[in-house]
């Protein structure tokens, strides 16, 4: 059986690329990236952005992988969820960042206390 991790790699230094743009491009990090290629069975969509940043066509090494399925740029569905979810996450963030603030300049703790009350009960 043939590791697609170890495959992807070796194309990805053959062709010269860096691998900290690389994991800049897939907003991963550069751990992140070696870790991935040690994954034998990597995920044809990976392989495929990683095909796209660095302008390789990876259906060769890997016949079983349609051109439809490569070629595709659809999200599926448990893409979008994540996404959405993240997005909430990252406005609840957000939001306690500047509660935070609030804290550290020592300014209205009464209404304070009601905005961490309020998003206590949001569930963050």
């Not at 751990?31 to 995920?43: V, W």
Request: aromatic share 8%; no cysteine; hydrophobic share 35%.
């Amino acid at each position: 059986m043939i590791h697609r991790g170890q495959t992807v790699e070796n194309v990805v230094r053959r062709s010269g690329f860096s691998l900290t743009k690389l994991a800049a491009k897939l907003e991963i990090s550069r751990n992140t990236l070696y870790n991935k290629f040690n994954n034998a069975n990597l995920s044809y969509r990976l392989i495929q952005e990683i095909g796209h940043a660095i302008h390789y066509d990876f259906s060769l090494d890997f016949p079983e992988m349609t051109k439809e399925e490569y070629t595709t740029g659809k999200k599926d569905n448990h893409l979008i969820t994540l996404e959405s979810k993240y997005a909430v996450l990252l406005e609840k963030h957000i939001k306690l960042l500047e509660i935070l603030v609030k804290i550290a300049n020592q300014a209205e703790h009464h209404s304070l206390k009601q905005e961490l009350d309020k998003l206590m009960e949001e569930g963050i």
